[in-house]
């Protein structure tokens, strides 16, 4: 058994927060919200955020980080991409050399360009910094249904010590020493579902789901391996694994959101109607800047871009995807003859 605090109240750090406790382990939970560290106190659920999930009565709750952090082996670090600097900034005066901080959250960070767990260190360099993640809605986690993911670290020995936290008979982890694989794989995968939805939300069919689900992965792919990841991590759960959980689970908030816009919605509108954070918007404009410096071509990335941010019609997204520039659909791939 051992002292967690989860750090970040949405519906993915109440998912592993249920996980954790049902492990045996001590939970503490953190949120800056303080009507909602005031409701999970009360209800043992979040009501807003993942309905139905109810918390055993021992998990703790508090809006004080000292109390969170201080003396926990593992902090598992569950706030959107774009709170992980602020929070980590003020984790960092509590944090002392070897806690483990396990980071969830998928993103990277559109000034620096930096991944997640690599700001993570940046703020807090005594830590020990990994990552989890993987095809994993928390709606499902909560509810216990059979789900696999991958724990990333610098060692074997602390992506092993992830792997015996988190491990049950119905959570599955892996370990990987591929952690850029795995970071920009579960981002850049949020901005291809933000596609597929816009695609299901003009009423195309199964056979663009499947084109944007190949397609994307190849971008994703080609980018991330420039950049030093391995072709197997993207091959694996992080990566394709977590591309289709995305594009097709009735609980991708980034599916829903492009889904709207599809329909028709504001980028606003869409975020405001999903309630839970949209990624997969963050991620687009740095997931361009990186294409840019490590000139790759990301073809539907960049429409995602212009759809969100420069006002084209999604319908023309499609449209200027289909009638690019004929091509070989492997660049490495050639004729002998
Ligand atoms: N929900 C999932 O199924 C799931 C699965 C895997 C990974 N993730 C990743 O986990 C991260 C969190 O996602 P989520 O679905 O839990 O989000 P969410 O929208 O459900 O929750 C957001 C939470 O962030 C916290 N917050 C709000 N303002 C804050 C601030 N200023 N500073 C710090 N914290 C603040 C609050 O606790 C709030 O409930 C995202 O990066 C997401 O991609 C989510
Ligand atoms: O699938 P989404 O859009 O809800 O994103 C949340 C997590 O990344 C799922 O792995």
């Not at 610098?154 to 694989?181: C, H, W």
């Amino acid at each position: 058994m051992a002292k967690v605090g989860v750090i970040g109240a949405g519906s993915w750090g109440i998912a592993l927060a249920k996980l954790l406790r049902t492990n045996g382990n001590e939970v503490t939970v953190w949120s800056i919200v303080e009507e909602e560290v005031a409701m999970l106190r009360r209800e043992h659920e979040h009501i807003d955020k993942l309905p139905g999930v109810k918390l055993p009565e021992d998990v703790l709750f508090t809006t004080d980080l000292k109390e969170a952090v201080t003396g926990k082996e593992f902090l598992v670090l569950a706030v959107p991409s774009v709170f992980t600097r602020s929070t980590a900034k003020s984790m960092a005066a509590y944090v002392t050399e070897g806690q483990i901080i396990v980071c969830v959250a998928k993103g990277i960070e559109e000034d620096t360009l930096m991944t997640i767990s690599d700001v993570v260190e940046q703020e807090i360099p005594c830590a020990d910094v990994a990552v989890m993640c993987g095809p994993s809605h928390a709606e499902e986690v909560g509810v216990g249904l059979p789900t696999t993911v991958v724990a990333g670290a610098k060692t074997e020995s602390t992506a092993e010590k992830i792997q015996d936290l988190f491990m049950n008979e119905v959570f599955r982890v892996y370990t990987s020493p591929d952690m850029l694989g795995m970071e920009l794989g579960g981002s850049l995968k949020n901005v291809i579902a933000l596609a597929a939805g816009m695609a299901d939300g003009l009423g195309y069919g199964d056979n663009t789901k499947a084109a944007l689900i190949t397609r994307g992965i190849a971008e994703i792919a080609g980018l991330a391996v420039k950049m030093g990841a391995k072709v197997e991590t993207l091959c694996g759960l992080t990566g394709i694994g977590d591309l289709i959980v995305t594009c097709e689970s009735r609980h991708s908030r980034n599916r829903k959101a492009g889904m709207l816009i599809g329909q028709g919605y504001t980028m606003k509108q869409a975020t405001d109607e999903v309630k839970m954070v949209v990624e997969g918007i963050y991620s687009a404009k740095a997931a361009l800047a990186l294409a840019k410096k490590y000139d790759v071509e990301l073809p539907i990335i960049e429409e995602v871009n212009k759809v969100l941010f420069d006002d084209k019609p999604a319908k023309e997204g499609v449209k200027d995807l289909m009638v690019r520039e004929k091509r070989v659909e492997h660049l490495n791939l050639k004729w002998e003859n």
